[in-house]
């Protein structure tokens, strides 16, 4: 590979709360091994580092303008990677995060007390936003099929879409914590399904780049010509290229009704203005360099899912886990080891975090006896995390 995703890189002291977190309980002679924040322990792809250092070598850091080249490399990156046509400028809008423009969507779209339509298991960042706004959320959950495939249920769907009244759903894709890359015809019936009830769409396509081998991203508004006009799609080169402590993201939204009050209510803060560096930093992202240090990224990363996938259904018994196809998280479900070993999830937690391995709870996913695991890290990070759970958790 061209680029780096073996080296071990040092967080202490950089402002990390993945590494510098406190750590209740570890044990003397394990380090931390971070796997629970949703980001990256990976260098970042160079062309943003040097994109950033050539704007900081001028002195000045006033009030500006973004460039023509924010836009067209936005513009270029979705038509190269999505096959997007007939984006313009006009439809794409700066925000803070990606929460910041799922909460400005829902202040044009929703008023206080409204129903929302989620998905279950739940993203956590969804949860603290609708409630902290005076939405009520109502779930949908996503089922096991067969295969061990997590899908939508489109009637239970239309049930609560009907039954609740609502007309707006957060739609994430792809799906985050299950790691669901949706094919098509689901976007499709799920889309259909909106348009029957007249519900406004909101879709989360932060994780959109990172997509493992064999599987596709297909833009929730590129499906039919409606679904372009009530989908208010997020995005960010955050979480692709490992920026959150950067900010920045931003919304395309083709419908002016919806675009022109997003912006004014997005506004209404006098805190939603873009960083000059944030800029600078997207611009050096999704240079042409970016495009092969992604295509590298998701390879590292399917090696890891792989890698963590085998290893627990091979070494774990009662521990289930089904393959994401897209971000690099895996969401374990901890139900039949449990039960068969008398103990809790916060149990298992515990005696991860005690020799290192800094996993996230899945509760707050509304993942009752689930971990959230990040194996966004070299793969020998990932295989004496996975030693460690082996040694001192699940077989100990």
């Given at each position: ?9 040092d ?97 044009v ?186 295509d ?20 774990f018994?009662?521990?289930?886990v089904?393959?994401?196809?897209g ?43 689930h ?26």
């Amino acid at each position: 590979m061209k680029y780096d995703f073996t080296s071990i890189m040092d967080r202490h002291g950089k402002d990390s709360i993945a590494v510098d977190g406190p750590v209740e309980g570890l044990k003397e002679g394990f380090d931390v091994i971070p796997m629970r924040v949703a980001d990256m322990n990976f260098p970042a792809c160079p062309t943003i580092i040097e994109a950033m250092a050539e704007r900081i070598q001028h002195p000045a850091f006033g009030y500006f303008k973004p460039r023509d080249e924010y836009f067209d490399s936005i513009i270029r990156w979705h038509e190269k990677r999505n096959g997007v046509t007939g984006l313009t400028r006009e439809c794409i809008n700066y925000a803070n995060g990606v929460l910041g423009g799922v909460a400005s969507a829902l202040g044009v779209l929703c008023s206080q007390g409204d129903k929302v339509l989620l998905h279950s298991p739940t993203y956590v960042g969804f949860t603290g936003t609708l409630l902290n706004a005076g939405y009520k959320i109502i779930h949908s959950p996503l089922q096991l099929d067969e295969k061990g495939v997590w899908r939508m249920d489109f009637e239970d769907m239309e049930k609560k879409i009907v039954e609740e009244k609502i007309h707006t759903t957060i739609f994430c894709s792809p799906h985050n914590p299950c790691g669901r890359v949706w094919e098509k015809w689901e976007i499709e019936k799920a889309m259909e399904l909106f348009k029957k009830h007249d519900v406004f769409v909101i879709s989360d396509e932060i994780w959109s780049d990172i997509i493992l081998t064999g599987h596709k991203h297909i833009p929730t508004q590129s499906v039919s010509e409606d679904a372009k006009m009530r989908t208010v799609a997020m995005y960010a080169p955050s979480k692709t290229f490992n920026l959150a402590g950067l900010q920045g993201s931003y919304s395309i939204v083709y419908n002016t009704w919806i675009r022109d009050r997003m912006m004014k209510e997005a506004s209404l803060s006098h805190y939603n203005s873009m960083n000059v560096l944030s800029m600078h930093a997207l611009i050096g992202a999704y240079k042409d360099e970016g495009y092969q240090w992604v295509d590298e990224l998701c390879e590292t990363l399917t090696g890891n899912i792989n890698y963590g996938y085998d290893y627990i259904t091979k070494h774990f018994d009662g521990v289930e886990v089904t393959k994401p196809e897209g971000t690099y998280m895996l969401f374990i479900d901890c139900t039949k080891w449990c039960e068969k070993h008398g103990k809790t999830i916060d149990d298992v937690l515990k005696a991860g975090w005690a020799v290192g391995v800094a996993w996230q709870s899945g509760v707050a996913f509304h993942g009752p006896c689930h971990i959230r695991l990040n194996l966004a890290l070299p793969l020998s990070r990932v295989q004496e995390a996975f030693d460690r759970m082996d040694k001192y958790v699940f077989n100990a």
